[in-house]
């Protein structure tokens, strides 16, 4: 089936405005998370979903960010108010269940530049 | 902040001969993985090792995990240009969050 995508691929914002990204995980997978990579850097955790229970928010760096997910599909990280240092790819990873637990499936990326 | 920390951050090589990378982390974990990332994108998972397990093989990708020093290595024998990439560990500790390293970039020359 078709793994994890990201949409939009590129986004250039002007900083101070709102960006939404958009992550579409494996079908059937209940858990998804965000993390941010800086140039050169390694992944940095955001947030995490699982099933119906409560997010794992520990890793937002501020209140401009924030994330949804409807049920066990898409999920929104919206970046409010956006500073140049919010520029770095963010990465959305999905996983499913049974043998496979602990491997995460990541999508393509969205790129964030803010100018 | 990054639990684990790889080791060398870069290292280039000749195609067909092997490559080590090393991964040190801090806190008591249930497995290690390793994923590689091309150009800068989505992550790929390469292998898991569990913490009750030393060693592991996948075809050319040789991992250890050494529990009592806290470290894993990742070796790739017979390294090809297709293999040009950075390759990040990521451990998992109770929950299910995976915290990763640092990366090592890794340059295959033909």
């Known amino acids: 089936g078709a793994g994890v995508s990201q949409s939009p691929s590129n986004k250039v914002t002007e900083k101070g405005k709102d960006v939404e990204l958009r992550c579409d995980p494996i079908?059937?997978?209940?858990?998804l998370y965000w993390y941010r990579q800086r140039l050169g850097q390694g992944l940095e955790f955001l947030i995490y979903?699982?099933?119906?229970?409560?997010?794992?928010k520990s890793g937002l760096p501020s209140d401009r960010f924030s994330a949804e997910r409807t049920g066990e599909s898409v999920s929104t990280l919206t970046i409010q108010r956006t500073q140049q240092e919010d520029s770095a790819v963010y990465l959305c990873?999905?996983?499913?269940?049974?043998?496979?637990?602990?491997?995460?499936?990541f999508g393509p990326g969205t790129r964030l530049l803010v100018l | 902040s990054q639990q684990g920390e790889e080791d060398p951050q870069a290292l280039s090589i000749q195609e067909g001969e092997n490559a080590t990378m090393n991964c040190s982390y801090k806190?008591?974990?249930?497995?290690l993985q390793w994923y590689r990332q091309n150009s800068g994108r989505g992550l790929v998972h390469l292998i898991l090792?569990?913490?009750?397990?030393r060693e592991k093989h996948s075809g050319r990708l040789r991992v250890t995990l050494d529990t009592s020093k806290k470290s894993s290595s990742l070796l790739i024998t017979a390294s090809r240009a297709a293999d040009t990439a950075s390759y990040f560990c990521?451990?998992?500790?109770?929950?299910?969050?995976?915290?990763f390293g640092g990366g090592t970039r890794v340059l295959v020359k033909p």
């Open positions: 990521a451990t998992q500790a109770a929950g299910n969050k995976l915290t």
């Open positions: 979903f699982q099933g119906n229970s409560a997010p794992d």
């Open positions: 806190t008591s974990i249930n497995n």
């Open positions: 090792i569990r913490s009750n397990e």
């Open positions: 079908s059937g997978h209940t858990a």
């Open positions: 990873a999905s996983r499913g269940r049974g043998a496979k637990l602990e491997t995460q499936y």
